[in-house]
């Protein structure tokens, strides 16, 4: 598959052999159509990021097709393989007592997707973490999706039903304002 890689400060190469991503059973492949770029990208590519060791793949607010879903996956209701989503960018446990409130924003163990351990979309297959946020992005077009997915501060972006899921656990949320988004990292 084609991704672009950032191999240095300031430098991005794109390879057209890439070998795809694994499925974990829990987790999901993505067909990215389109992916945001937001300032944390662009801090990463100006100033590096000890979570980006290069080779390493940005790209953090995808929208896509499921092409594969393992065979463990937890989808949120309403989305099912083949549909188009779009995933969140934080990742929150489900289990600490904040995402169980519903703040999954405030999440004691959240993560960065794109990051370290998880490489990010700036590529054609990209790896869905079970502990993924997805939200349907049906009845969107992939770049109004990542458009949501990158200004997910928006009341539009609020009303959007999410799902967190980990292995013991699933949750199905109205996404906090910045359950979606970076900025809050
Ligand atoms: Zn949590
Ligand atoms: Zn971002």
Request: proline content about 8%; hydrophobic content about 35%.
């Amino acid at each position: 598959m084609r991704a672009a890689f950032m191999t240095d400060l300031d430098a991005i190469e794109v390879r057209d052999d890439v070998g795809e991503p694994e499925l974990d059973p829990a987790g999901a492949l993505l067909r990215v159509e389109a992916c945001g770029i937001c300032g944390t990208d662009a801090r990463t590519f100006f100033n590096g990021d000890p979570k980006a060791p290069a080779p390493w793949l940005l790209g953090h607010e995808p929208v896509g097709v499921l092409e594969h879903v393992g065979t463990h996956a937890d989808l949120p209701p309403g989305v099912s393989p083949g549909d188009r989503v779009f995933l969140g960018s934080i990742l929150t446990c489900g289990e600490c007592r904040w995402c169980l409130e519903g703040f999954q924003n405030l999440c004691e163990h959240h993560l960065l997707y794109g990051y370290d351990p998880y490489p990010g979309a700036y590529a054609e297959l990209a790896a869905v973490p079970p502990i993924a946020t997805i939200a349907s992005g049906r009845g969107r077009s992939s770049s109004r999706s990542s458009s949501v997915a990158t200004a997910a501060r928006t009341a539009a972006s609020a009303s959007v039903e999410i799902a967190s899921s980990s292995p013991n656990r699933s949750l199905i949320r109205t996404a906090p304002t910045s359950t979606l988004n970076c900025s809050s990292t």
